[in-house]
């Protein structure tokens, strides 16, 4: 059994890790054959990706698929720490799966991702849910074989708090024929004062070039049209393996093997260098469509986030990005009610929005994390004040998505073609800029990219028809 610990996610100590390539023991092979898996994933890109990567595993051992919970062999939750409700949705979806077991008593349930990771929810699941068969932490999943032959008979808890192995090699079910993700950068070393991902994926690791390289040259072999380099601050990327080889390099890389589309995320200010901006804007394939978060307008919640920039810096950086690189869409992240933060900050954050009119926003409500150093801050902010802040930044920056999606009409898009909407002969994509487009066209072919005239805008898509 291996408890998770924050204080030694925590340790700054760099930690020697191997690269290993993922290999089944044969024994494993089809030993779940006709058993169906249940497999609920919540969160962010790299955990959809490592549900894919999971995916893969439990196909090799025999495992099929089901959308319906009730028809489940195994139920195995991938989940989220992010925010609060992400724990309360899948600690939701634990007590479905408890009163399943009920009445199918070899039913197993598993956890694993970023809430395996956390000490809270470990010591819940061990004192008050007997039925979880296994916990199994973001640095073993792969693992999972060996863990679930051994948890049928007695509760397992294998969660790593550093970092281990780097594996290269995983099985992978993924979840789209033309887009992929390609991990380029696991774990994140800036340790903003609200996060937990530096608890709960570890340092920063970046993968050897070479590695990264060949998985998108077989992508392409497989008819692939677009990556995502994925990594929780993709912009740090090389900086823990090579002296001069950084996300300019590895960018510039990846665009010559000639996919037709690469995008990339997430993107931390303080490492977006020159070099970056000025490959991104010299290569076609490099989709000018840039996730930059800014999470407060504000310099002294900046500071007291330990963002490591001030608004000035982010508005140089985002301003530099929209010159140099044609038609770049910006999209970004923000949270309100930070401990302390005052009516002037909130509106210092509104002001900056107003200024970058962003193409798309995620915003949140802050929402305090165990084990992380602004959980400790005492909050003056009102639950309605929050509640208040969100509504109103909504309001604006819908406002600008909108405005954004305007400018385009008559004009002509490419879009990468995903499926058949609901609405029969509409089709629907995303556009260079990633915005959905929904439209109307004669014998096009899922997978390809088309030119697409924009007709109508709307807040979060667009209209149009295939452009003769
Ligand atoms: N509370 C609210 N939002 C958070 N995020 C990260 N941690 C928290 C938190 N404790 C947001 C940030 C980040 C995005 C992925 O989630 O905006 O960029
Ligand atoms: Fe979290 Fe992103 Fe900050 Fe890393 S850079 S600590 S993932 S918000």
Redesign the pocket.
């Known amino acids: 059994m291996h408890l998770p610990d924050f204080k030694v996610a925590r340790s700054s100590t760099k930690i020697d890790y191997n690269k290993i390539n993922y290999k089944l023991d044969s024994k494993y092979l089809n030993k779940y054959k006709g058993k169906k898996c249940f497999l609920k994933t919540y969160g962010?890109q790299m955990n959809e990706h490592d549900s894919e990567n999971i995916k893969g595993i439990l196909e090799l051992l025999g495992f099929d698929f089901t959308d319906n919970i009730e028809d489940a062999d195994l139920v195995l939750l991938n989940t989220c720490s992010?925010?609060e409700n992400a724990h309360n949705k899948a600690f939701g979806l634990l007590g479905r799966a408890k009163h399943i077991k009920e009445s199918k008593r070899d039913l197993m349930i598993g956890l694993c991702g970023c809430m395996a990771q956390e000490e809270i929810v470990v010591n819940t699941i061990m004192a008050k849910y007997p039925f979880v068969n296994f916990v199994i932490g973001t640095h073993n999943f792969y693992q999972l074989p060996e863990i679930l032959e051994v948890s049928e008979y007695k509760q397992q808890i294998e969660v790593y708090s550093r970092e281990g192995d780097l594996i290269e090699s995983l099985p992978v079910d993924r979840s789209s024929k033309y887009k992929a993700y390609v991990n380029i950068i696991y774990g994140c070393d800036k340790f903003?004062t609200?996060?937990?991902?530096p608890y709960t994926r570890g340092r920063q690791r970046s993968r050897e070039k070479e590695d990264i390289l060949k998985e998108v040259d077989n992508l392409i072999k497989d008819g692939y049209k677009e990556v995502t380099l994925l990594g929780q601050n993709v912009n740090a990327y090389g900086k823990d393996l090579y002296d001069n080889y950084s996300l300019a390099e590895l960018l510039e890389d990846v665009a010559k093997t000639n996919i037709p589309r690469i995008r990339f995320m997430?993107s931390h200010p303080w490492d977006f260098t020159d070099e970056m901006i000025e490959v991104i804007a010299k290569y076609p394939n490099i989709m000018p469509s840039i996730h930059l978060?800014v999470?407060s307008g504000s310099d002294r919640i900046l500071k007291l986030m330990g963002r490591r920039y001030t608004k000035e810096k982010y508005l140089t950086l985002f301003h530099k990005m929209k010159e140099m690189i044609p038609n770049c869409a910006i999209s970004t992240?923000?949270?309100v009610g930070f401990p302390g933060e005052t009516e002037e900050d909130f509106e210092e954050t509104l002001k900056l929005v107003k200024e970058c009119k962003y193409d798309n926003a995620?915003t949140?409500?802050?929402?305090?994390?165990v084990g992380?150093p602004?959980a400790k801050l005492t909050s003056n902010v009102t639950k309605e004040e929050k509640e208040q802040r969100l509504y109103k930044l909504n309001e604006i920056v819908n406002t600008y998505f909108k405005e954004n999606n305007d400018k385009l009409v008559g004009k002509t898009v490419p879009v990468l073609v995903e499926g058949i909407s609901d609405k029969k002969n509409e089709y629907f994509g995303y556009s260079d800029t990633n915005k959905l487009i929904n439209f109307t066209g004669e014998d096009v072919e899922i997978g390809s990219i088309v030119n697409v005239e924009i007709t109508t805008a709307k807040t979060w898509s667009l209209d149009g028809k295939v452009s003769k």
Do not use: H, L
Request: net charge positive; charged share 15%; hydrophobic share 35%.
């Open positions: 962010c992010i925010r903003c609200y996060c937990i991902v997430t978060p999470q992240d923000i949270i995620y949140f409500i802050y929402s305090p994390r992380t602004a």
